[in-house]
Protein backbone atom coordinates (compact mmCIF):
# COMPACT_ATOMS: atom_id res chain seq x y z
CA UNK A 1 0.00 0.00 0.00
CA UNK A 2 1.22 3.48 -1.05
CA UNK A 3 1.81 6.01 1.53
CA UNK A 4 0.76 9.37 -0.11
CA UNK A 5 2.35 12.43 -0.14
CA UNK A 6 0.07 15.50 1.97
CA UNK A 7 -1.22 18.30 0.55
CA UNK A 8 -2.97 21.59 1.65
CA UNK A 9 -5.50 23.90 -0.14
CA UNK A 10 -6.33 26.39 2.70
CA UNK A 11 -3.98 28.97 3.47
CA UNK A 12 -3.03 32.90 4.48
CA UNK A 13 -4.23 34.38 1.39
CA UNK A 14 -4.88 37.87 3.12
CA UNK A 15 -1.46 39.59 1.15
CA UNK A 16 1.65 37.17 -1.73
CA UNK A 17 4.04 37.92 1.90
CA UNK A 18 1.14 36.57 4.18
CA UNK A 19 0.77 33.45 1.49
CA UNK A 20 4.25 32.93 1.36
CA UNK A 21 5.47 32.66 4.96
CA UNK A 22 2.87 30.60 5.58
CA UNK A 23 3.81 28.18 2.81
CA UNK A 24 6.67 28.40 4.65
CA UNK A 25 5.27 27.28 7.81
CA UNK A 26 3.66 24.16 6.32
CA UNK A 27 6.81 23.08 4.53
CA UNK A 28 8.22 23.85 8.12
CA UNK A 29 5.47 21.03 9.47
CA UNK A 30 6.32 18.20 7.13
CA UNK A 31 3.18 19.00 4.20
CA UNK A 32 4.34 17.58 0.69
CA UNK A 33 2.31 19.91 -1.21
CA UNK A 34 0.19 23.81 -1.18
CA UNK A 35 -2.54 24.40 -3.03
CA UNK A 36 -4.70 27.06 -3.96
CA UNK A 37 -8.02 27.57 -6.14
CA UNK A 38 -7.47 30.02 -8.99
CA UNK A 39 -10.61 32.04 -8.01
CA UNK A 40 -10.46 35.58 -8.70
CA UNK A 41 -13.15 37.08 -6.23
CA UNK A 42 -11.63 34.79 -3.42
CA UNK A 43 -8.10 35.73 -3.26
CA UNK A 44 -4.77 37.87 -5.00
CA UNK A 45 -3.78 36.16 -8.41
CA UNK A 46 -3.08 32.98 -8.48
CA UNK A 47 0.45 32.82 -10.20
CA UNK A 48 1.88 35.80 -8.50
CA UNK A 49 1.04 33.83 -4.69
CA UNK A 50 2.54 31.12 -6.17
CA UNK A 51 5.74 32.92 -7.28
CA UNK A 52 5.94 34.30 -4.10
CA UNK A 53 5.72 31.13 -2.36
CA UNK A 54 8.33 29.57 -4.69
CA UNK A 55 10.81 32.18 -3.42
CA UNK A 56 9.94 31.68 0.21
CA UNK A 57 10.62 27.86 0.05
CA UNK A 58 12.45 25.19 -0.95
CA UNK A 59 11.19 21.40 -0.67
CA UNK A 60 7.21 21.58 -0.98
CA UNK A 61 5.38 21.01 -3.67
CA UNK A 62 3.52 24.36 -5.33
CA UNK A 63 -0.10 24.29 -7.66
CA UNK A 64 -3.64 25.52 -7.98
CA UNK A 65 -6.21 23.30 -7.38
CA UNK A 66 -8.15 23.74 -9.53
CA UNK A 67 -7.71 26.15 -12.60
CA UNK A 68 -10.59 25.91 -15.01
CA UNK A 69 -10.50 26.78 -19.04
CA UNK A 70 -13.39 29.48 -18.44
CA UNK A 71 -12.03 32.32 -17.25
CA UNK A 72 -8.36 31.86 -18.30
CA UNK A 73 -7.31 30.39 -21.64
CA UNK A 74 -5.11 27.29 -21.79
CA UNK A 75 -2.64 29.18 -23.24
CA UNK A 76 -2.45 31.75 -20.64
CA UNK A 77 -2.52 29.15 -17.51
CA UNK A 78 0.19 27.37 -19.39
CA UNK A 79 2.28 30.33 -19.89
CA UNK A 80 1.59 31.36 -16.14
CA UNK A 81 2.39 28.00 -14.72
CA UNK A 82 5.50 27.67 -16.50
CA UNK A 83 6.73 31.00 -15.22
CA UNK A 84 5.99 29.50 -11.74
CA UNK A 85 7.80 26.14 -12.27
CA UNK A 86 10.84 28.20 -13.52
CA UNK A 87 11.00 30.16 -10.19
CA UNK A 88 10.12 26.97 -7.92
CA UNK A 89 12.64 25.26 -9.97
CA UNK A 90 11.21 22.49 -10.79
CA UNK A 91 8.66 21.81 -7.82
CA UNK A 92 5.22 22.65 -9.57
CA UNK A 93 1.88 20.97 -10.45
CA UNK A 94 -0.87 21.89 -11.86
CA UNK A 95 -4.83 20.77 -11.25
CA UNK A 96 -7.27 21.61 -13.46
CA UNK A 97 -11.00 21.59 -13.49
CA UNK A 98 -14.39 21.99 -14.83
CA UNK A 99 -14.33 25.28 -13.05
CA UNK A 100 -16.15 25.97 -9.24
CA UNK A 101 -16.84 29.35 -7.79
CA UNK A 102 -14.18 30.92 -10.02
CA UNK A 103 -17.07 30.36 -12.72
CA UNK A 104 -20.56 30.42 -11.19
CA UNK A 105 -19.32 34.11 -9.17
CA UNK A 106 -18.57 35.33 -12.24
CA UNK A 107 -22.01 34.64 -13.70
CA UNK A 108 -20.18 31.81 -15.97
CA UNK A 109 -21.24 28.02 -16.59
CA UNK A 110 -18.65 25.60 -15.83
CA UNK A 111 -16.93 23.99 -18.59
CA UNK A 112 -17.91 21.22 -20.81
CA UNK A 113 -16.02 17.86 -20.53
CA UNK A 114 -14.84 18.29 -24.08
CA UNK A 115 -13.51 21.55 -23.31
CA UNK A 116 -11.58 20.11 -20.00
CA UNK A 117 -10.14 17.61 -21.96
CA UNK A 118 -9.38 19.57 -25.43
CA UNK A 119 -7.63 22.30 -22.96
CA UNK A 120 -6.22 19.57 -21.01
CA UNK A 121 -4.36 18.22 -24.10
CA UNK A 122 -3.63 21.94 -25.14
CA UNK A 123 -1.73 22.95 -22.35
CA UNK A 124 0.33 19.41 -21.56
CA UNK A 125 1.59 19.62 -25.46
CA UNK A 126 2.77 23.77 -24.80
CA UNK A 127 4.29 22.66 -21.57
CA UNK A 128 5.96 19.56 -23.16
CA UNK A 129 8.00 22.09 -25.99
CA UNK A 130 5.00 21.18 -28.64
CA UNK A 131 3.60 22.92 -31.49
CA UNK A 132 0.11 23.32 -30.94
CA UNK A 133 -2.32 24.16 -33.71
CA UNK A 134 -4.67 26.89 -32.52
CA UNK A 135 -6.16 27.77 -36.16
CA UNK A 136 -3.54 31.12 -36.91
CA UNK A 137 -1.50 30.56 -39.67
CA UNK A 138 1.60 28.82 -37.79
CA UNK A 139 1.71 26.29 -34.90
CA UNK A 140 1.73 27.68 -31.40
CA UNK A 141 4.87 27.02 -29.35
CA UNK A 142 5.13 28.39 -25.33
CA UNK A 143 8.93 29.85 -25.27
CA UNK A 144 9.44 28.67 -22.22
CA UNK A 145 8.13 25.09 -21.31
CA UNK A 146 8.41 23.07 -18.74
CA UNK A 147 7.58 19.73 -18.66
CA UNK A 148 5.24 18.96 -15.23
CA UNK A 149 1.97 17.11 -14.29
CA UNK A 150 -0.90 18.34 -14.82
CA UNK A 151 -4.13 16.52 -13.15
CA UNK A 152 -7.63 16.68 -13.61
CA UNK A 153 -9.87 16.95 -10.47
CA UNK A 154 -13.25 15.23 -10.95
CA UNK A 155 -16.17 13.52 -9.90
CA UNK A 156 -18.71 13.04 -12.93
CA UNK A 157 -17.74 9.60 -14.90
CA UNK A 158 -17.58 11.52 -17.90
CA UNK A 159 -15.09 14.09 -16.35
CA UNK A 160 -13.35 10.67 -14.49
CA UNK A 161 -13.15 9.12 -18.21
CA UNK A 162 -11.86 12.01 -19.72
CA UNK A 163 -9.32 12.29 -16.88
CA UNK A 164 -7.89 8.99 -17.75
CA UNK A 165 -7.90 9.87 -21.27
CA UNK A 166 -5.28 12.68 -20.80
CA UNK A 167 -4.31 13.61 -17.58
CA UNK A 168 -1.08 12.94 -15.92
CA UNK A 169 -3.02 12.21 -13.00
CA UNK A 170 -6.41 12.69 -11.40
CA UNK A 171 -7.75 14.06 -8.10
CA UNK A 172 -10.72 12.05 -7.18
CA UNK A 173 -13.48 15.00 -5.70
CA UNK A 174 -16.23 12.06 -4.73
CA UNK A 175 -16.09 11.35 -0.70
CA UNK A 176 -14.44 8.27 0.73
CA UNK A 177 -17.88 5.67 0.20
CA UNK A 178 -15.71 3.10 -1.42
CA UNK A 179 -18.62 2.33 -4.20
CA UNK A 180 -17.66 5.74 -5.06
CA UNK A 181 -13.84 5.54 -4.53
CA UNK A 182 -13.98 2.30 -6.84
CA UNK A 183 -16.47 3.49 -9.28
CA UNK A 184 -14.40 6.51 -10.35
CA UNK A 185 -11.01 4.45 -10.48
CA UNK A 186 -13.21 2.05 -12.80
CA UNK A 187 -13.93 5.24 -14.87
CA UNK A 188 -10.04 7.00 -15.21
CA UNK A 189 -9.13 3.39 -16.23
CA UNK A 190 -11.65 2.55 -18.81
CA UNK A 191 -10.40 5.95 -19.98
CA UNK A 192 -6.99 5.36 -20.09
CA UNK A 193 -7.42 1.85 -22.35
CA UNK A 194 -9.60 4.21 -24.78
CA UNK A 195 -7.07 6.50 -25.15
CA UNK A 196 -4.32 3.47 -25.53
CA UNK A 197 -2.36 4.80 -22.99
CA UNK A 198 -1.34 2.13 -19.50
CA UNK A 199 -3.86 2.55 -17.09
CA UNK A 200 -1.80 1.92 -14.15
CA UNK A 201 0.92 4.98 -15.38
CA UNK A 202 -2.43 7.61 -14.16
CA UNK A 203 -1.36 8.47 -10.60
CA UNK A 204 -4.63 9.09 -8.55
CA UNK A 205 -5.53 12.39 -5.93
CA UNK A 206 -8.02 12.15 -3.30
CA UNK A 207 -9.23 15.29 -1.63
CA UNK A 208 -11.72 14.44 1.05
CA UNK A 209 -13.54 17.84 2.55
CA UNK A 210 -12.26 17.07 6.31
CA UNK A 211 -13.77 18.82 9.70
CA UNK A 212 -11.29 18.67 12.48
CA UNK A 213 -13.34 19.69 15.16
CA UNK A 214 -13.87 18.06 18.74
CA UNK A 215 -17.44 18.74 18.93
CA UNK A 216 -18.85 16.08 17.67
CA UNK A 217 -22.32 17.90 16.83
CA UNK A 218 -20.79 20.36 15.29
CA UNK A 219 -18.55 18.24 13.04
CA UNK A 220 -21.53 16.21 12.06
CA UNK A 221 -23.76 19.57 11.28
CA UNK A 222 -20.69 20.63 9.32
CA UNK A 223 -20.06 17.08 7.42
CA UNK A 224 -24.14 17.05 6.29
CA UNK A 225 -23.42 20.23 5.12
CA UNK A 226 -21.07 18.43 2.66
CA UNK A 227 -23.21 15.79 1.99
CA UNK A 228 -25.88 18.36 0.51
CA UNK A 229 -22.90 20.06 -1.56
CA UNK A 230 -22.18 17.20 -3.42
CA UNK A 231 -25.92 16.23 -4.29
CA UNK A 232 -26.67 19.51 -5.58
CA UNK A 233 -23.74 18.59 -8.15
CA UNK A 234 -23.43 15.24 -8.50
CA UNK A 235 -26.58 13.55 -6.93
CA UNK A 236 -25.41 10.32 -8.82
CA UNK A 237 -22.97 10.02 -6.04
CA UNK A 238 -25.91 9.34 -3.81
CA UNK A 239 -27.46 6.45 -5.51
CA UNK A 240 -23.56 4.57 -5.84
CA UNK A 241 -23.49 4.84 -2.45
CA UNK A 242 -27.03 3.65 -1.70
CA UNK A 243 -27.98 7.29 -0.14
CA UNK A 244 -31.57 8.70 -0.94
CA UNK A 245 -32.63 12.00 -0.35
CA UNK A 246 -35.84 12.24 2.23
CA UNK A 247 -35.87 15.60 2.20
CA UNK A 248 -37.16 19.18 0.00
CA UNK A 249 -36.26 19.42 -3.59
CA UNK A 250 -32.31 20.72 -3.13
CA UNK A 251 -33.07 23.51 -6.12
CA UNK A 252 -35.71 24.83 -2.94
CA UNK A 253 -32.70 24.70 -0.76
CA UNK A 254 -30.14 26.59 -2.66
CA UNK A 255 -31.83 29.93 -1.91
CA UNK A 256 -30.74 28.90 1.71
CA UNK A 257 -27.59 29.08 1.30
CA UNK A 258 -24.80 31.01 -0.87
CA UNK A 259 -22.79 30.09 -3.17
CA UNK A 260 -23.97 26.57 -2.48
CA UNK A 261 -23.63 24.32 0.54
CA UNK A 262 -20.01 23.75 0.30
CA UNK A 263 -19.09 27.56 0.62
CA UNK A 264 -21.83 28.78 2.76
CA UNK A 265 -20.12 31.21 5.07
CA UNK A 266 -21.44 29.26 8.38
CA UNK A 267 -21.58 25.67 8.23
CA UNK A 268 -23.25 24.56 10.57
CA UNK A 269 -25.90 26.61 9.89
CA UNK A 270 -25.87 25.23 6.38
CA UNK A 271 -25.92 21.73 8.33
CA UNK A 272 -29.11 22.55 10.07
CA UNK A 273 -30.90 23.00 6.90
CA UNK A 274 -30.55 19.03 5.90
CA UNK A 275 -30.02 17.80 9.05
CA UNK A 276 -32.79 15.26 7.62
CA UNK A 277 -29.82 13.87 5.90
CA UNK A 278 -28.42 10.46 7.91
CA UNK A 279 -25.08 10.33 9.45
CA UNK A 280 -24.37 7.72 6.90
CA UNK A 281 -24.29 10.68 4.19
CA UNK A 282 -22.16 12.95 6.24
CA UNK A 283 -19.63 9.58 6.45
CA UNK A 284 -20.01 9.18 2.70
CA UNK A 285 -18.62 12.45 1.97
CA UNK A 286 -15.95 14.22 4.22
CA UNK A 287 -14.41 12.93 7.67
CA UNK A 288 -14.93 14.76 10.47
CA UNK A 289 -14.38 14.15 14.65
CA UNK A 290 -11.47 15.28 16.53
CA UNK A 291 -8.09 14.17 15.74
CA UNK A 292 -8.05 10.16 16.69
CA UNK A 293 -11.58 9.99 14.41
CA UNK A 294 -10.04 11.63 11.33
CA UNK A 295 -7.21 9.96 11.36
CA UNK A 296 -9.15 6.03 11.88
CA UNK A 297 -11.28 7.92 9.34
CA UNK A 298 -8.50 8.26 7.00
CA UNK A 299 -6.80 5.42 7.32
CA UNK A 300 -10.32 3.27 6.24
CA UNK A 301 -10.27 5.00 3.62
CA UNK A 302 -6.79 4.98 2.59
CA UNK A 303 -7.26 1.09 3.19
CA UNK A 304 -9.39 0.23 0.72
CA UNK A 305 -6.81 -1.17 -2.19
CA UNK A 306 -6.45 2.04 -4.05
CA UNK A 307 -3.34 3.37 -4.17
CA UNK A 308 -3.13 6.78 -3.91
CA UNK A 309 -0.20 9.38 -4.51
CA UNK A 310 -1.30 12.69 -3.24
CA UNK A 311 -4.32 12.99 -0.07
CA UNK A 312 -5.81 16.29 0.34
CA UNK A 313 -7.76 16.67 3.47
CA UNK A 314 -9.36 19.97 2.71
CA UNK A 315 -10.07 22.08 5.52
CA UNK A 316 -13.67 22.88 6.82
CA UNK A 317 -14.53 25.29 7.76
CA UNK A 318 -11.71 27.59 6.13
CA UNK A 319 -9.30 28.03 8.84
CA UNK A 320 -9.05 31.89 10.30
CA UNK A 321 -5.88 33.73 9.55
CA UNK A 322 -2.95 32.84 11.61
CA UNK A 323 -3.48 35.89 13.98
CA UNK A 324 -7.15 35.63 14.45
CA UNK A 325 -6.68 31.75 15.71
CA UNK A 326 -7.36 30.45 19.06
CA UNK A 327 -5.06 27.60 20.05
CA UNK A 328 -3.07 25.28 17.21
CA UNK A 329 -4.58 25.69 13.71
CA UNK A 330 -5.47 23.14 11.52
CA UNK A 331 -2.18 23.17 9.50
CA UNK A 332 -0.89 22.40 12.70
CA UNK A 333 -2.79 19.74 14.03
CA UNK A 334 -3.28 17.79 11.52
CA UNK A 335 0.42 18.06 10.94
CA UNK A 336 1.49 17.01 14.42
CA UNK A 337 -1.96 15.15 15.57
CA UNK A 338 -3.66 13.51 12.69
CA UNK A 339 -1.12 12.67 9.48
CA UNK A 340 1.83 10.78 11.72
CA UNK A 341 -0.58 7.96 12.68
CA UNK A 342 -1.80 7.92 9.23
CA UNK A 343 1.66 7.33 7.89
CA UNK A 344 2.55 5.15 10.59
CA UNK A 345 -0.43 3.00 10.43
CA UNK A 346 -0.04 2.62 6.46
CA UNK A 347 3.87 2.03 6.93
CA UNK A 348 2.68 -1.16 9.29
CA UNK A 349 0.40 -2.64 6.88
CA UNK A 350 3.39 -2.65 4.10
CA UNK A 351 5.79 -4.36 6.33
Known amino acids: MTTPAFGLNRFDFSSPDAFATDVARAETLGWDYAFLADSQFRRHDTYVLLAFAARETSTIH ?3 LIVNPVTRHPT ?3 GSIATVDVVSQGRTILGI ?3 DTAVRLAGLKPARVATLEHSTRTIRALLHGEDVDLGVDRPARLPHPRPMPVWIAAAGPRSLRAAGRVADGVFIRAGTHPANLHAAVDA ?4 AQEAGRDPDSIRLGLVVHTALEDDPQRALLM ?3 MAAGYYEYSPHLFDLAGLTWDGPDIHELQSLVHPDFHHHPDLVESGR ?3 FLPDAAA ?3 SIHGNSAEVAAQFIEALSQGIDFDIVVPHPIPNPPPPGEQDGPSYMERMAREVIPIIRNALSEDDN
Not at 188 to 191: C, M, N, P, V
Request: charged share 20%; aromatic share 4%.
Open 97 to 99: GIG
Open 273 to 275: IVD
Open 283 to 285: DAF
Open 188 to 191: IRAG
Open 223 to 225: AKS
Open 76 to 78: VTA
Open 62 to 64: LGP
